[in-house]
């Protein structure tokens, strides 16, 4: 078409702006309600009536109305061509700002583009209905009044209603699932947009793999963010029953991915909908339980509450008895025989707990959550590689997700493997500054490896309103005292303001022995005179060894008095005694 042409009586053309595979875009301007419009030829043939018709049956797309999708004005059909006249967008491509920027988006950026657009699939979904040919050149960034953005999918030319064995395919070579040749869907479109984010992230050869993603050495970026690289492989995995299934899975660990990589807010608690928070269970045989959520649709869902609740408290029976009875109302309740494995776990009935995995293996087999507990299952009964191994399958399920990174870490410290499980925790960590439980496994390996001055900093950041506070500054004390070499006066000082700041805050008989080791150890400085003339030290009037050796001895007998016969009760009774200020009268 030519500038200046009207077409239909009242789209007159500006300007041709971009060719699809079909024919020529064009700028065009609607004078009758005076508004910009973009045309896109749709179809052509000799057969004016096949047009009309062709033209007819893609009506449907008039239908849709998402705020990341390009509204659909009109179709036209003139003689042998047929048009699409289409909303037009204030912006930029993802394609224009590659080519602007001379290289790929930052990762965080690419992320967040995407994300905008998953909502859009997820309603396409719904209607039945196949983008078909998503790519960096159909999604237009819109520039707001205000400086924000809006991502919108800006081509709906190639939508297609789903069935099994369509007439009409769509799609660019490079962005295309392997079976979207002849069968494209919805989960098609999830593989296109995961090829897309590892386009615009590395600008890899589409053409070197042309289906899947390129070994991680061939771009730094995928070496540098393990987790996206997982999400991107299975994303485009060679077996559609290995990929993403809908965009609300999708984004649910994009969400969890870009936290890794950009850091979370801390006192901002990390959501799953795959695991139940931290805050809301209790701790077992392996340490916070880190409970897969329940399946809301199940319909022993009311039971499988209660039994949460019993087996939260600590009432294996009737937690049993709870799970036993919704097996009974729903037999195919993975999540019955999977809970009931826990509380096994927990007990040492490993061989029980075995079989209700096995059970949950016929009901759902490859459901993550069989892997989660049957890593559960080996690293209760000390087979740590065997565990790893479950975390590591999970973990390349999974790559959003936080417990199963943290699990492996656990395990890797259990290996003595502790600069991995120190890389694991601190990932971990970034991404949920509060979890006070990565704090203290990081910080129990970062003494294993003599990091004692990156374990206080470390168990210093954990936040005073944290549920494990007094754990770690308990372990911050023990650290100054017991491993920090060689032991300094500052060491110690540091130690006793630790004391003063818990004091009145916990009655855990932790913390007066703490204390009297706090005061035990400054008494033995002060009799070496290792203390600077005029010290002050938190919690006693002078830093003479009288006044010391009295706190001491007062913590361990306020310690005795609520531990009457502890396990190390002997070395208490000699470190009282040796402090005792009576003893030098």
Not at 149 to 172: A, S
Not at 297 to 318: F, M, P, T
Not at 324 to 335: G, P
Request: with cysteine; aromatic share 8%; proline share 5%.
């Amino acid at each position: 078409m030519q500038r200046g042409a009207l077409l239909n009586g009242k789209y007159s053309v500006l300007k041709e702006i971009g060719a699809g595979g079909m024919g020529a875009v064009y700028l065009a301007e609607d004078v009758v309600l005076k508004r910009r419009v973009v045309i896109k030829a749709l179809l052509s043939d000799d057969d004016p009536d096949l047009v009309a018709q062709s033209v007819k049956e893609r009506e449907f797309l008039a239908a849709i109305k998402h705020a990341s999708i390009v509204s659909i004005y009109d179709f036209i059909a003139i003689g042998s061509k047929g048009y699409i006249v289409m909303e037009y967008v204030q912006g930029k491509t993802l394609d224009e700002i590659l080519t602007e920027r001379h290289g790929p988006l930052p990762v965080p950026e690419a992320i967040e583009y995407i994300q905008g657009v998953l909502s859009a699939f997820s309603y396409l979904a719904k209607l039945g209905l196949v983008y078909c040919d998503f790519k960096p050149q159909n999604v237009m960034i819109e520039e707001l009044k205000d400086g924000s953005n809006i991502v919108k999918l800006i081509d709906l030319g190639t939508v297609i209603k789903y069935e099994p064995h369509p007439q009409d395919v769509y799609g660019t070579h490079g962005f295309y699932a392997p079976e979207a040749v002849k069968s494209p869907s919805p989960q098609t479109d999830l593989y296109s947009i995961c090829r897309t984010l590892g386009y615009l992230v590395s600008l890899m050869d589409l053409a070197n793999p042309i289906f899947g993603m390129p070994s991680v050495e061939h771009y730094p970026v995928f070496h540098e963010h393990a987790a996206l690289y997982r999400l991107l492989v299975k994303g485009t995995h060679s077996k559609p029953s290995q990929r993403f299934q809908n965009a609300e899975e999708l984004g649910e660990q994009l969400s969890g991915v870009l936290r890794q990589i950009v850091g979370g807010q801390p006192g901002v608690p990390v959501g799953s909908k795959l695991f139940v928070p931290g805050i809301l269970t209790t701790t077992g045989k392996l340490g916070l339980r880190g409970e897969a959520a329940l399946d809301e649709h199940d319909r022993a869902i009311d039971l499988l509450r209660y039994g949460d609740q019993a087996l939260r408290g600590g009432n294996y029976v009737s937690a049993c008895s709870f799970y036993r009875q919704a097996t009974k109302i729903n037999q195919r309740s993975i999540d019955a025989h999977l809970r009931l494995a826990e509380a096994y776990i927990d007990q040492g009935e490993y061989s029980l707990a075995l079989a209700e995995v096995t059970m949950g293996q016929r009901i759902a087999p490859g459901h993550w959550k069989l892997s989660w507990y049957t890593g559960r299952l080996l690293e209760a009964q000390n087979r740590y590689a065997d565990a790893a191994a479950q975390y590591r399958e999970l973990i390349s399920d999974l790559p959003g997700e936080l417990p199963p990174q943290q699990a492996l870490a656990r395990v890797h410290s259990h290996m003595q493997d502790h600069r991995t499980a120190v890389d694991l925790y601190m990932n971990v960590l970034k991404a949920d500054p509060g979890n006070t439980d990565a704090t203290l496994g990081a910080t129990d390996s970062l003494i294993h490896l003599s990091r004692w001055h990156d374990a206080a900093q470390l168990l210093s950041n954990v936040n005073e309103a944290a549920a494990r506070y007094v754990d770690a500054q308990l372990l911050l004390i023990d650290l100054y005292l017991c491993h920090m070499q060689p032991l300094e006066a500052q060491n110690v000082l540091q130690a006793a303001e630790i004391i003063i700041v818990l004091d009145g805050r916990t009655e855990d008989s932790r913390y007066y022995l703490a204390r009297a080791d706090v005061y035990r150890v400054a008494w033995q400085l002060a009799k070496k005179h290792a203390f600077p003339s005029g010290t002050a030290i938190a919690g006693v009037r002078e830093c003479t060894m009288n006044a010391l050796g009295n706190a001491a001895e007062k913590s361990y007998q306020e310690y005795l008095r609520r531990q009457s016969n502890p396990p190390q009760r002997e070395q208490i009774i000699r470190s009282k005694m040796e402090v005792a200020p009576w003893r030098f009268w």
